[in-house]
């Protein structure tokens, strides 16, 4: 059973920087496209950004390009996503799940979810 576990949330400043990190464990995790979603309160969960096994392709949605980095370690079982320039509209838990369908953007296509990390950005 793959197990996934995020950190480096927290309160930062608009215009701060966070780095998230998602840690997998229990299953070989280097085959695997992974993807990042987050979920604001009374809104549904959306996606912010995915990276296939190798590095070679990253997605991201429009809302974050150009601020936000995905990246992945496969030695160390671990994604990043570093968030630089950091809006209060990114405030909400963030959630690392483990891509088994075929898209790289659709949450229905995405399992083993983390527990998530809160990211409070303070206007």
């Known amino acids: 059973q793959l197990q996934l576990v995020e950190s480096g949330g927290g309160l930062v400043q608009a215009g701060g920087s966070l780095r998230l990190s998602c840690a997998a464990s229990?299953?070989?995790?280097?085959?695997?496209?992974m993807g990042w979603f987050r979920q604001a309160p009374g809104k549904e969960r959306e996606f912010v950004s995915a990276?296939?096994?190798?590095?070679?392709?990253?997605v991201y949605a429009d809302s974050v390009k150009g601020r936000f980095t995905i990246s992945r370690d496969n030695a160390k079982n671990t994604i990043f996503l570093q968030m630089n320039t950091l809006k209060p509209e990114d405030t909400a838990v963030y959630y690392c799940?483990?891509?088994?369908?075929?898209?790289?953007?659709?949450?229905?296509?995405?399992?083993?979810w983390g527990q998530g990390t809160q990211v409070t950005v303070s206007s």
């Open positions: 799940a483990v891509r088994v369908g075929s898209r790289l953007t659709s949450r229905i296509d995405y399992d083993y």
């Open positions: 229990g299953r070989t995790f280097s085959s695997y496209a």
């Open positions: 990276i296939t096994w190798n590095s070679g392709n990253t």
